[in-house]
Nanobody
Framework: QVTVVESGGGSVQPGGSLRLSCVASESIFRFYAMAWYRQAPGNQRELVAS???????DYATFVKGRFIISRDNNKNTVWLRMNSLKPEDTAVYYCNSDPPDITFMPSWGQGTQVTVSS
């Protein structure tokens, strides 16, 4: 069973940047497509960006051109570089497999809070 630790969130002004990190506990991570998700208060969790085990990426329309997802399978780590942040990007960000798979990771991590405001 895999667990993850997300980090790198914080408070930034509109237009700012952050880089989120997600470190998985097991090397089986390397065989799974991974994704970043986010959940804002009162909203459902939504997919932000995904990356296959070999590095092919895909992005939600609302972050395309601003966010970059990457991974290093040797470090069991996936990152999310977030540029040109907007107030509507404010949310708790989580990583998990794509799609979420309880056989891979039985429960979500604690997430990392991103707040964008002036």
């Amino acid at each position: 069973q895999v667990t993850v630790v997300e980090s790198g969130g914080g408070s930034v002004q509109p237009g700012g940047s952050l880089r989120l990190s997600c470190v998985a506990s097991e090397s089986i991570f390397r065989f799974y497509a991974m994704a970043w998700y986010r959940q804002a208060p009162g909203n459902q969790r939504e997919l932000v960006a995904s990356i296959t085990s070999r590095g092919s990426t895909d992005y939600a329309t609302f972050v395309k051109g601003r966010f970059i997802i990457s991974r290093d399978n040797n470090k069991n780590t996936v990152w999310l570089r977030m540029n040109s942040l907007k107030p509507e990007d404010t949310a708790v960000y989580y990583c998990n497999s794509d799609p979420p798979d309880i056989t891979f990771m039985p429960s979500w991590g604690q997430g990392t809070q991103v707040t964008v405001s002036s």
